[in-house]
């Protein structure tokens, strides 16, 4: 058993803020990159328009991810029933740089939504599986590089 007084509690580091100069290089480095994927996105039609607003799809986050040299790794896929049914697919995709997760994403998709109108079987399932895995990678995306496209 560890005694109160054994415990060293540590003294916290003094946090160096970075020079106006190096923010203002950041920002511009930064802007830039954001710029050119703009470029990527736009000319690709890497969007979806909705309501007059343009939102980007899985593969323009995707692409985000890449120039970070970051990956998606799909991490679980399971089911959801209701009533002893399978009613749709949920999912959770990591975003992974260097071994470090960077951030997380995930999504559900119903055998209602529109991935699998039509479809039926494992047709409908494939299809909400594939649908949940895309929309869980876009969120954790979304979650890291929202930044970029304010920028």
């Known amino acids: 058993m560890i005694e109160t007084s054994e415990i060293v509690l540590a003294r916290p580091r003094a946090v160096e803020l970075p020079t106006p100069q190096d923010v203002d290089v950041a920002i511009q ?3 830039h990159i954001a710029t050119c994927l703009k470029t990527i996105v736009e000319s690709q039609k890497l969007y979806v328009a909705i309501g007059g607003k343009r939102f980007p799809t899985f ?6 991810a890449a120039f970070n040299n970051a990956s998606l790794i799909v991490s679980q896929v399971q089911p959801i ?24 994403g995930n999504a559900t998709c119903g055998f209602e939504e529109f991935p ?7 047709a409908k399932e494939r299809a909400a599986r594939s649908a949940a895995q895309t929309w869980a990678g876009a969120k954790a995306c979304r979650m890291r590089y929202s930044w970029v496209m304010v920028l």
């Open 81 to 104: 029933e209701r009533d002893g049914t399978v009613v749709a697919i949920e999912a959770w995709v990591d975003l992974i740089k260097d071994g470090v997760v960077l951030s997380k």
């Open 116 to 122: 699998c109108r039509g479809k039926e079987g494992f």
């Open 59 to 64: 593969e323009a986050w995707s692409t985000i």
């Open 29 to 31: 480095r930064a802007t």
